[in-house]
T-cell receptor
């Protein structure tokens, strides 16, 4: 069965510093991988996704992620944190059919931005 | 603009009540999903649907059922609500595999 592990339930960075949110997955099939962000009292919004092709994926709001098959990782980064980045971030794995059978989510990482 | 709407943002029910959570999408998507979100557990899949009248169990279907009579509407039903079903419920839709799932704003259900 597929699983997604996000390291760190809470990550705190200073405004302007690098953001790194870690995600590892386990799967026996080629993965479809997603990062979603959730602002307080809102639903989830897609940041970026990896399906096939280029392993470095660029998303919205300056975020990017790199798919590393050898490490089974899909870490999310942003060069310079902004106060508006404070939110909950979820890594997700697309089940069979690229997510048509639903997504398997990590437990989430709460990103805190220190002024 | 893409839109998934859920009938209520907040709902308070009594133990044993039958509860209906409604979700509507305006994007003509075939696939629809119900997740529940709990602190420290992330989102877990309850049920999903490929098409009208079709439904499939997700990872935690116990205590829930669903209905999809029209393509745009996917309902989650708690036949007899229990306190352990107090949670945030999120609906999503998708046009097909490998694509983005669009989420509604969620319904925070409290069962007393």
């Amino acid at each position: 069965a597929q699983s997604v592990t996000q390291l760190g339930s809470h990550v705190s960075v200073s405004e302007g510093a690098l953001v790194l949110l870690r995600c590892n997955y386990s799967s026996s099939v080629p993965p479809y991988l997603f990062w979603y962000v959730q602002y307080p009292n809102q639903g989830l919004q897609l940041l970026l996704k990896y399906t096939t092709g280029a392993t470095l994926v660029k998303g919205i709001n300056g975020f990017e992620a790199e798919f590393k098959k050898s490490e089974t990782s899909f870490h999310l980064t942003k060069p310079s944190a902004h106060m508006s980045d404070a939110a909950e971030y979820f890594c997700a794995f697309g089940n069979s059919g690229g997510g048509a059978d639903g997504l398997t989510f990590g437990k989430g990482t709460h990103l805190i931005i220190q002024p | 603009d893409v839109k998934v709407t859920q009938s209520s943002r907040y709902l308070v029910k009594r133990t044993g009540e039958k509860v209906f959570l409604e979700c509507v999408q305006d994007m003509d998507h075939e696939n629809m999903f119900w997740y529940r979100q709990d602190p420290g557990l992330g989102l877990r899949l309850i049920y999903f649907s490929y098409d009208v009248k079709m439904k499939e169990k997700g990872d935690i279907p116990e205590g829930y059922s669903v209905s999809r009579e029209k393509k745009e509407r996917f309902s989650l039903i708690l036949e007899s609500a229990s306190t352990n079903q107090t949670s945030m419920y999120l609906c999503a839709s998708m046009v097909g595999g490998g694509n983005e799932q669009f989420f509604g704003p969620g319904t925070r259900l409290t069962v007393l």
